[in-house]
T-cell receptor, first 107, second 115 residues
Framework: KNEVEQSPQNLTAQEGEFITINCSYSVGISALHWLQQHPGGGIVSLFMLSSGKKKHGRLIATINIQEKHSSLHITASHPRDSAVYICAAHNNNDMRFGAGTRLTVKP | GAVVSQHPSRVICKSGTSVKIECRSLDFQATTMFWYRQFPKQSLMLMATSNEGSKATYEQGVEKDKFLINHASLTLSTLTVTSAHPEDSSFYIC???????????FGAGTRLSVL
């Protein structure tokens, strides 16, 4: 069993839909990251959170430390949101990555 | 926000040659830099962690003589793939972190193709 599990692996949505990507982890963490990887491979850090909830534009990330679970939500999804979303559990120098969720938003 | 520049973005080379990839933190001092490798449709795998001025720490299974890492300054780390072979073809990504920990900032990656 992977230490960081993401679901779903693949997700196809229609433009405007509300999207949720889930991440469960089994390791102790100091923070959890959500990353966005574009088709060309470049990676953007979306959020780093250790508790509660963060919001940036149409993106919302939540984390429940007790349940070792985090979610990334995208409101009013748009084709430009199509990318691979990766959660990563961070503990000091160690970062464990989920396998990623490939999101495709159709117009 | 903090920016990490990685260069080149793409390189094609012949088998047996060496390739150097640079990772620069543009507006902050990166005491720690990380090098990752990603195969198609797989997640990132940490290759090594480098702290400025000291030797890199390599993950198990990563050949340190094959993948030379130098972190000579607080804004630059380099990864040199020596005597590259086709099986070294991959996507290499660096990330950098300020002193005291916190968020990692990722470079855009380098796609290496060895013919």
């Amino acid at each position: 069993k992977n230490e960081v599990e993401q679901s779903p692996q693949n997700l196809t949505a229609q433009e405007g839909e509300f999207i949720t990507i889930n991440c469960s982890y089994s390791v102790g963490i100091s923070a959890l990251h959500w990353l966005q990887q574009h088709p060309g491979g470049g990676i953007v850090s979306l959020f780093m959170l250790s508790s509660g909830k963060k919001k940036h534009g149409r993106l919302i990330a939540t984390i429940n430390i007790q349940e070792k679970h985090s979610s990334l939500h995208i409101t009013a999804s748009h084709p430009r949101d199509s990318a691979v979303y990766i959660c990563a559990a961070h503990n000091n120098n160690d970062m464990r990555f989920g396998a990623g969720t490939r999101l495709t938003v159709k117009p | 926000g903090a920016v990490v520049s990685q260069h080149p973005s793409r390189v094609i080379c012949k088998s047996g040659t060496s390739v150097k990839i640079e990772c620069r933190s543009l507006d902050f001092q990166a005491t720690t830099m990380f090098w990752y490798r990603q195969f198609p449709k797989q997640s990132l795998m940490l290759m090594a962690t480098s702290n400025e001025g000291s030797k890199a720490t390599y993950e198990q299974g990563v050949e340190k003589d094959k993948f030379l890492i130098n972190h000579a300054s607080l804004t630059l780390s380099t990864l040199t793939v020596t005597s590259a072979h086709p099986e070294d073809s991959s996507f290499y990504i660096c990330s950098a972190r300020r002193a005291g920990g916190g968020i990692q900032y990722f470079g855009a990656g380098t796609r290496l193709s060895v013919l």
